[in-house]
């Protein structure tokens, strides 16, 4: 019996041995995110030289984005006992990489002299496969020839932000947005023409909103933009999207030149403004509030349910 438990449990040298077949990188961490020991076959795939990671925390090694979620990581394997699936960017001395990390809450034994709970964490590097997998999401969620996001980016984390907004009270708008007349521009000097005229104005409203705006190509020569965290007063929200209206016409009507020719182009916008909606709702009330614009000889923007010659008022 004694013989058979003798063969059943690994030596330390069969242990090192599997170890040492691992790709990943293996550390030891407490739940202060503190490094305690290092196991690394690919010293290239460190943030740091490996003697100066042990004592030091991931805060104090890595970039502040890694660390949080390392541990975030660190305390649900804390509470669940493991964590899996959590990615993080690092730069390396092989350039930027993609990291796959896994945490198991380590178990104590008798032997251990330390009160804080340990974890063993395994790093393993998912560059190539992350790669594949962001161009791929890019290809769904974004159009090829402005480069801006395509409507399918709706379901894709926008909903998110706009109940973020919403629930601090504050107003959103979506602007609904169409160039007029863009079918002479392709019958008059060729498609190709009219994809660079699509190009640039993709530009121009991407410099016309916020940073944490969302600028989406709709389909044809329709643009949609979610302007999300204005003000919770609607005055003020309304005069916001009244400024941001005004200066997509001011950009957008200044000629385009290409290949010798000067373009001008003209566009219409209609506007949702709401604090308690969904995104389907407000799509549709801003490209009713567009043809309401579209129908006005002197404005260039409408809101939805709210008479042209009211707005800013």
């Known amino acids: 019996m004694a013989c058979a438990q003798a063969l059943a449990q690994p030596s330390y040298e069969e242990l090192a041995s599997t170890l040492s ?18 196991r690394i ?5 460190l943030v740091a030289p490996a003697e100066q990671l042990i004592g030091h925390t991931v805060a104090e090694v890595m970039p502040e984005q890694a660390a949080k979620i390392v541990m975030q990581a660190l305390q649900e394997a804390k509470a669940n006992g493991y964590s899996h699936g959590s990615h993080i960017h690092l730069s390396t001395p092989v350039g930027e990489r993609w990291f796959e990390v896994s945490i198991a809450r380590k178990v104590a034994t008798a032997s251990d002299n330390h009160a804080k709970t340990r974890f063993i964490v395994l790093s393993r590097d ?15 969620y974004h159009d090829q020839l402005t480069e801006l996001p395509n409507r399918h980016v709706l379901q894709h ?42 190009k ?14 969302v600028v989406i190509r709709w389909g ?6 979610l302007i ?11 005069s916001h999207v009244v400024g941001i209206c005004q200066q997509i016409i001011n950009k957008v009507d200044k000629p385009y030149l290409f290949e010798g020719n000067k373009l001008s182009c003209r566009i219409s916008i209609g506007v949702s403004l709401f604090n308690n909606l969904d995104i389907e709702t407000g799509i549709q009330q801003a490209d009713s509030a567009m043809y309401q614009a579209k129908q006005s000889d002197n404005v260039r923007y409408a809101f939805h349910n709210k008479p ?4 800013g008022t």
């Open 41 to 45: 076959l690919r010293p290239e795939l």
């Open 200 to 213: 640039g104005v993709a530009q121009r409203l991407c410099a016309s909103v916020r940073q944490d705006d």
């Open 21 to 38: 077949a691992m790709p990943d990188l293996m550390f030891e961490l407490d739940e202060e995110g503190r490094h305690w020991d290092a």
């Open 157 to 198: 984390g926008l909903t998110d932000q706009l109940h973020v907004g919403q629930q601090l009270g504050s107003y959103s708008a979506i602007l609904f947005l169409d160039l007029d007349d863009f079918k002479k521009v392709n019958d008059l000097y060729g498609h190709h023409v009219g994809d660079q005229l699509l």
């Open 220 to 225: 044809g020569d329709e643009f949609v933009i």
């Open 228 to 238: 999300t965290h204005l003000s919770p007063q609607q005055p003020q929200a309304e």
């Open 308 to 311: 042209i010659k009211d707005v």
């Open 126 to 140: 998912i560059n190539d496969r992350k790669l594949e997998y962001l161009e791929a999401e890019k290809l769904a």
